[in-house]
């Protein structure tokens, strides 16, 4: 996990991603970018994600969350990559070391919110499916 959190790379998408969400429009570019909706015609289980964090920027909560529910966790994951790449060394190591002694507690959390976003994901195929 602290490889990803850790990772200068992650720093700097998240950084583009951010910046990028207070230029894009909140409601899309009007094209689909998503493969799984041009191949299924169906929502894959990240679909609706970069409206989602375009929205936030604007404080338009509502809207991101009609979006995709979890777009508000990617944002904040995104700000704290930027955070930690511009903070002193001596809080990103603390920071490390804490996840690294509560490592159990920190995979089962990410294993949650990974199963959560599957089964989001899996819900809305299926209500759409069933919508036809």
Request: proline share 5%; net charge positive; glycine share 6%.
């Amino acid at each position: 996990m602290e490889k990803v959190l850790f990772n200068p790379l992650t720093a700097v998408v998240g950084a583009f991603c951010l910046l990028l969400s207070l230029f894009l429009p909140t409601d899309g570019l009007g094209v689909t970018i998503c493969w799984f909706k041009w191949w299924f015609d169906l929502p894959c289980p990240g679909c609706g994600l970069t409206r989602s964090v375009t929205c936030i920027s604007p404080l338009q909560f509502a809207k991101a969350l009609a979006y995709h529910p979890f777009g508000l966790l990617v944002y904040v994951l995104f700000v704290a990559n930027v955070a930690l790449a511009v903070s002193p060394r001596s809080w990103r190591l603390a920071l490390k070391r804490k996840i690294h002694d509560h490592e159990r507690s920190w995979r089962t959390v990410y294993r949650f919110i990974v199963f959560g976003f599957l089964f989001f994901g899996s819900v809305r195929i299926l209500f759409a499916l069933a919508t036809r």
